[in-house]
């Protein structure tokens, strides 16, 4: 148990489909990020949110839409994506200005576009 | 160019010493990170050293610093089949005041006996 929970585990989606991507920690941090894993490729920052607040928007697409309701609780909201889309979306979080900076991530939602 | 930059794959023979390069980019990192990634799941910090030591050892686990050369290095000794994993390496980057952990691929390693 990590503290940071991913849901689901995995999803198949149509090009036309509308989904969201949940992730919880309860583990008192203060951000919250997104991260894209694909194949033979870095590890892709795509957002993250400091106490609340999105400081960062990694040139993603417009199809990726996130929301952070509170400190708690990430979401991606998913519309007309793409086959390349399909890879393993990794939540973390981390509590930002304490510590030794580590960032605690969920199990990740295995993403299929079809 | 990549921020973080590693191999992209190791093997060894069980009971070897397996040593997983990295070469980062931004000096201004005060921590600097290695990462595990089993199957299935998501990444799990391993270690971390401080930028200002050269060298810290944990148990099985020995990682190297050359700031001068912005080169990390992670040897695992004795290594086991269970150690069988993608390993990345991680500095820390400042964006919009916050330290945000950034990544190389990772590299897999595979033991075998």
């Known amino acids: 148990e990590t503290g940071v929970t991913q849901t689901p585990r995995h999803l198949v989606m149509g090009m036309t489909n509308k989904k969201s991507l949940k992730c919880e920690q309860h583990?008192?941090?203060?951000?919250m990020y997104w991260y894209k894993q694909s194949a033979k490729k870095p590890l892709e920052l795509m957002f993250v949110?400091?106490?609340?607040?999105?400081?960062e928007n990694n040139s993603v697409p417009s199809r990726f839409s996130p929301e952070c309701p509170n400190s708690s609780h990430l979401f991606l909201h998913l519309h007309t994506l793409q086959p390349e889309d399909s890879a393993l979306y990794l939540c973390?979080?981390?509590?930002?200005?304490?510590?030794?900076?580590?960032?605690?991530f969920g199990q990740g939602t295995r993403l299929t576009v079809v | 160019g990549e921020d973080v930059e590693q191999s992209l794959f190791l093997s060894v023979r069980e009971g070897d010493s397996s040593v997983i390069n990295c070469t980062y980019t931004?000096?201004?990192?005060?921590?600097l990170y290695w990462y595990k990634q089993e199957p299935g799941a998501g990444l799990q910090l391993l270690t971390y050293?401080?930028?200002?030591?050269d060298m810290k050892q944990d148990q099985r686990l020995t990682v190297l610093l050359n700031k001068k050369d912005k080169h990390l290095s992670l040897r695992i000794a004795d290594t086991q089949t269970g150690d069988s994993a993608i390993y990345f390496c991680?500095?820390?980057?400042?964006?919009?005041?916050?330290?945000?952990?950034?990544f190389g691929r990772g590299t897999s390693l595979i033991v075998h006996p």
């Open positions: 973390a979080s981390s509590q930002d200005g304490a510590g030794i900076g580590e960032a605690f």
């Open positions: 583990l008192g941090h203060n951000a």
């Open positions: 949110y400091s106490l609340e607040e999105r400081v």
């Open positions: 931004d000096s201004s990192s005060t921590y």
């Open positions: 050293i401080f930028s200002n030591m």
């Open positions: 991680a500095e820390s980057i400042v964006i919009g005041g916050s330290y945000i952990p950034t």
